[in-house]
């Protein structure tokens, strides 16, 4: 690996802790802290991303050294390690600094595309920012965010990926439900790589402790480096940079809506600059299809971050960075403007993706209705959202409408149940024939925005008890299905969440522990 070509430029361009002190603390007037990866000396690679690492230009595994480096058990001489301060709004609530508390740094490498990607530890110990936490991760939580953000990259979604996954060789103690029921699970640590991890967080933290030099360079450094169809020299360049994030966000939750994802915190710190999925914990997919679905325990009853919600939440977060950013913008009435326009973009492009999710030419001046009618559907008759979607692509002029849809409904219908999905196919229909194009052409556009395969809470929670063993082999077989999600390589995956998992802890909802 080309591990001697990892850079680390925060530590010249940004103030810095060089102490070296692992005491977790604030950190004001700084914008990172070096901090030491904890150094395990049993651990154990269990995975490579080897596409990866060719494709950010590390390489393949070589000697030693490269596994040291991907176990966080030693480092070559040039990889100075930090960590960085951030803030953030935790369900609504100012919760000040928080920073990395399980993240640690390597830096940054640069590719063949002459773009740089960064490069961090997650679960290599303890930070200044860990907030009287051990920063360790554990085998459950860590497959969760390896495979899964692996399977929204092959989904088409921007996200953070997964480089490696290995075993720490330590137990690490976890309250998973935080009931107080503490158990020893084994621990882990993974590699994971962003073109940037700036998160609204870094902007937030700055603003508030009215650091706004260092504000400014960071402003300067991202419209540089990560938005530079941006004039750095223009007057207005701030206000195009909120502009274009606000935009960047949209199409992220667009897409998080099409696959069916909810990703279940997103507090401001967990919201990438550049509109990455981001920080993987109590996700999931959609099983049946429900607005109010929450995927995280930790946010009952109020639900903020149901899936239904998660357009309102990516609007509340962005009045944080605006906030944030004003100090540099000066401008509320132009910031106010891009906030309001805000609602009318995203469900433009919302509703642009539901087209195509239905295999629908263009948007039509109804289509708003139509979509309306589908959600009131689906949520009265419990349906399947992957399966649905699949089902209709398939669909066949002279079959049995409600026998073809059958394994996608979670409950008996009844009678007047099994009227409204017929009556709904006939709408589609009517609907698809204002088409120009054939219906052939119409299936490719649904095959391109439809998944046959998304990683189900289910599937994760079987492959963790096996990889708990040491067993590998569904592991195996979901690193190939995230490879090609609309196609059906396995067809037992395609299928709606066995009766067996209902309520079972780890394939519904999930706590932030996870």
Not at 13 to 29: A, C, V
Request: charged residues 25%.
């Amino acid at each position: 690996m080309n591990l001697d070509k990892i850079t680390q430029r925060y530590l010249d361009l940004f103030p810095g802790d060089f102490s070296g002190n692992p005491i977790q603390r604030q950190t004001p007037n700084f914008f990172f802290a070096l901090t030491d990866i904890y150094g395990f000396k049993k651990a154990q690679l269990l995975h490579f991303n080897e596409n990866l690492s060719e494709e950010i230009g590390l390489g393949k595994i070589e000697k030693q050294e490269d596994t040291d480096f991907l176990n966080a058990t030693k480092l070559p001489e040039n990889v100075k390690t930090f960590s960085t301060a951030y803030a953030g709004h935790q369900f609504g609530q100012w919760a000040g600094q928080l920073g990395d508390g399980r993240a640690i740094y390597a830096g940054e490498i640069q590719n063949s595309e002459e773009k740089s990607t960064e490069i961090q530890w997650k679960g290599a110990g303890a930070t200044p920012y860990s907030r009287h936490a051990d920063g360790r991760a554990v085998l459950r939580s860590s497959i969760r965010e390896y495979l899964m953000s692996e399977a929204m990259f092959h989904l088409g979604i921007p996200t953070t990926r997964a480089l490696s996954l290995s075993l720490s060789g330590e137990k690490v103690a976890r309250d998973i439900m935080y009931n107080g029921n503490v158990d020893f699970e084994q621990g882990a640590v993974i590699i994971r790589t962003s073109e940037t991890f700036l998160r609204f967080g870094h902007f937030e933290l700055l603003a508030a402790r009215n650091e706004l030099d260092t504000l400014q360079k960071l402003a300067d450094f991202t419209i540089e480096n990560y938005f530079t169809e941006i004039d750095k020299n223009s007057t207005e360049k701030y206000l195009e940079f909120f502009k274009i994030v606000g935009e960047k966000t949209a199409d992220m939750i667009v897409e998080w809506i099409r696959v069916g994802f909810t990703h279940g915190v997103m507090n401001t710190d967990n919201m990438s600059i550049i509109g990455n999925t981001i920080d993987y914990g109590p996700f999931s997919f959609l099983d049946e299809y429900n607005l109010n679905f929450t995927s995280n325990t930790t946010d009952l009853p109020g639900r903020r971050y149901a899936f239904g919600k998660q357009a309102h939440i990516a609007h509340w977060n962005l009045i944080q960075l605006a906030n944030a950013l004003f100090p540099l913008i000066k401008d509320e009435a132009a910031l106010e403007k891009i906030l309001i326009d805000y609602s009318e973009m995203f469900w433009k492009k919302h509703d642009e993706m539901m087209a195509k999710k239905f295999g629908f030419e263009k948007l039509e001046r109804y289509d708003a209705d139509f979509f309306t009618s589908w959600q009131k559907l689906m949520e009265e008759i419990s349906t399947d959202y992957t399966l649905f979607f699949s089902q209709l692509e398939s669909l066949e002029e002279g079959s049995d409408i409600v026998e073809h849809f059958r394994n996608s409904f979670y409950q008996n219908l009844n009678k007047e149940q099994e009227a409204l999905v017929i009556e709904f196919v006939e709408n589609y229909r009517q609907r698809l024939s204002y088409n120009q194009i054939s219906k052939e052409e119409s299936r490719k556009i649904m095959q391109k925005a439809n998944p046959k395969f998304v990683l189900r809470n289910y599937l994760l929670y079987d492959c963790i008890a096996e990889m708990e063993e040491g067993k590998t082999e569904l592991f195996d077989k979901l690193w190939n299905a995230l490879q090609n999600p609309y196609e059906e390589i396995y067809p037992e995956f395609s299928v709606k969440r066995p009766e067996k998992y209902e309520g079972v802890v780890g394939c519904s909802s999930l706590s932030c522990s996870s």
